[in-house]
């Protein structure tokens, strides 16, 4: 089985309704895993939105293409951009002020219902959330609004949603916003080098047989 057929055998495992944690624990990029991402749920009858944050999908696509991952799959999602100056793919929706997370959340709901209503089911992608976790302003009452969206959607059939963070340039004092988010979601995986191979760990899922499962390429 090749690299690709793995990754991709671990996502069509991921049930609609979950909140999915993808973390990053060193400092590799998440192009690879997210173009097969993208790749088994359009396979799996999904529509693709992407939640770019602060120009996360033109670093994630400039790197791919520099690495020799193709990249027009990207161009299939729908994007939902938070923040950031160049606008990557099909963008739906800008929301450009971030700096007041109440309003932001408000802004991302409306428009996300609107896409849950009529293109369900939907695949997730949100890319960049660590950015927002380090922002400065992220008051207790702003991670409050942002962890009550999160959460909102658990459950949720019409969709199923892939958070890809870099959980190695969160500082230590956003590491209980990670825990937090550990908590709220169904299934956690922690990708990270191992010598010249690239390791899967699924350390929690709601799938029995997913839990604990190791893969690495």
């Known amino acids: 089985m090749n690299v690709s057929s793995i990754i991709q055998n671990l996502w069509g495992s991921l049930k609609r309704g979950e909140l999915v944690l993808v973390e990053r624990t060193d400092t590799g990029d998440q192009y690879f895993g997210a173009y097969n991402l993208v790749t088994c749920g359009l396979d799996n ?8 944050i602060l120009d996360s999908l033109h670093l994630l696509t400039a790197k791919a293409r520099l690495a020799g991952t193709e990249t027009e799959v990207f161009t299939k999602a729908e994007v939902i951009k938070i923040g ?9 929706k800008t929301i450009e002020e971030i700096s007041e997370p109440v309003i932001l959340t408000k ?66 004092e956003r590491q209980s ?3 937090l988010l550990e908590d709220m979601a169904t299934t956690v995986i922690r990708v990270s080098k191992k010598g010249k191979a690239t390791e899967f760990h699924v350390i929690k899922s709601i799938t029995p047989n997913l839990e604990d499962m190791v893969f690495r390429f």
């Open 84 to 92: 950031g100056r160049t606008p990557t793919g099909n963008v739906i």
């Open 177 to 179: 916003i990670t825990a």
């Open 45 to 52: 009858g999904y529509n693709i939105v992407i939640v770019d």
């Open 107 to 172: 802004k991302f709901r409306d428009v996300y219902e609107q896409v849950l209503e009529s293109k369900s089911p939907v695949l997730t992608i949100v890319l960049g959330l660590e950015k927002l976790l380090m922002a400065s302003e992220f008051s207790s009452a702003n991670v409050h609004a942002l962890i009550k969206l999160i959460s909102q959607y658990v459950g949720d059939e019409r969709q199923l949603t892939v958070y890809l963070v870099k959980t190695d340039i969160v500082g230590p």
